[in-house]
């Protein structure tokens, strides 16, 4: 039996070293350098080749290598008895908590403008946007999502969170899914950490946007699709919002001719909040796929028919 991690344009040394440092019986292989296809029953993979998976008819389970489900949920070549599962690990709900409150901060206190004058040697001073007009609304309460409240309150901020069901987390006011008008009402800076399912796809439109309190800011960190970047561009002409930052788009590499780069009120980084640590993805994979082995149910599996 063996493991197999696929990830194109990643570097898996580090991985497959981290994964043998703690069980050096284990059979690590890294795509495209396979001794033996049918030796292959648990594969970890991001952003792999199209139909790849075809080529090992013996995999009883498939792990994302991070957070993110959609690009296994999308492969209609993986047979639905294939046990999913995501990769969410102590460190990237610390690192996701800590970008999306330096984006928090970096808006309210203009760090890219004053970054911007600085290269155009301009001095001007901007009033900092308080924490009464930065009530922070959360689309999105799962692991992610409950870490990165958890911390904004920590640091003073007032935070609601919206998901399909109500959630009992400490100082966040929860709102359930036939609430989301209210939640935006009372939302200056909407943070989207969602999983993307058919539901949630194009949820950061104009209408949205038009019912956030002002003044209103977006941080999208969930995926591309949940984003119409024409709405976004028309939201801020029209200055329903201030502005964004986007770490994930549809379309990434982000292409150069792209209308987001001439923009200097969207921030945009190459997606990069929360990036998975070798040493803490190997423990997991590894109870994984020894679960996989004993046909018990994975950690963090997903429901297909939910799709997350």
């Not at 981290?18 to 350098?33: C, F, G, H, K, T």
């Not at 359930?176 to 796809?201: A, G, H, M, W, Y």
């Amino acid at each position: 039996m063996s493991l197999l991690l696929v990830a194109p344009n990643k570097d898996l040394e580090p991985l497959k070293k981290s994964i043998l440092s703690l069980d050096a019986n284990i059979d690590v292989e890294i795509w495209p350098r396979v001794a033996n296809k049918e030796r292959v029953t648990f594969a970890v993979a991001w952003n792999h080749p199209k139909n790849v998976f075809l080529d090992y008819p013996n995999i009883k389970a498939i792990s994302s290598l991070g957070a993110g489900i959609n690009h296994l949920l999308n492969d209609n070549t993986i047979p639905t008895n294939t046990a999913l599962c995501r990769l969410v690990t102590n460190s990237l709900k610390t690192e996701m908590a800590d970008y999306v409150l330096q984006a928090i901060l970096s808006y309210r206190h203009h760090t890219i403008r004053y970054a911007d004058q600085k290269r155009e040697g301009f001095w001007d001073k901007h009033e900092l946007i308080s924490k009464k007009n930065s009530v922070v609304g959360i689309l999105g309460l799962g692991e992610m999502g409950t870490s990165v409240a958890s911390t904004l309150i920590e640091n003073g901020y007032e935070v609601n969170g919206w998901s399909k069901s109500q959630k009992n987390i400490p100082s966040v006011h929860s709102f359930k899914d036939n609430q989301l008008d209210e939640f935006l009402e009372r939302t200056n800076i909407l943070v989207c950490l969602l999983p993307l399912t058919s539901s949630t796809k194009g949820i950061l439109n104009l209408e949205n946007f038009k019912k956030l309190k002002q003044p209103a800011y977006l941080i999208n960190v969930g995926r591309g699709q949940h984003l119409e970047e024409e709405d976004l561009i028309y939201a801020l002409d029209t200055q329903k919002l201030t502005g964004a930052w986007l770490d994930v788009f549809q379309e990434e590499t982000l292409p150069k001719n792209h209308l987001f780069w001439n923009r200097p009120n969207i921030m945009i980084t190459p997606h990069i909040a929360a990036v998975t640590d070798a040493e803490e993805a190997a423990k997991r994979l590894i109870e994984n796929y020894k679960r996989s082995l004993s046909g018990m149910e994975l950690v963090d599996q997903v429901n297909r028919t939910k799709g997350y």
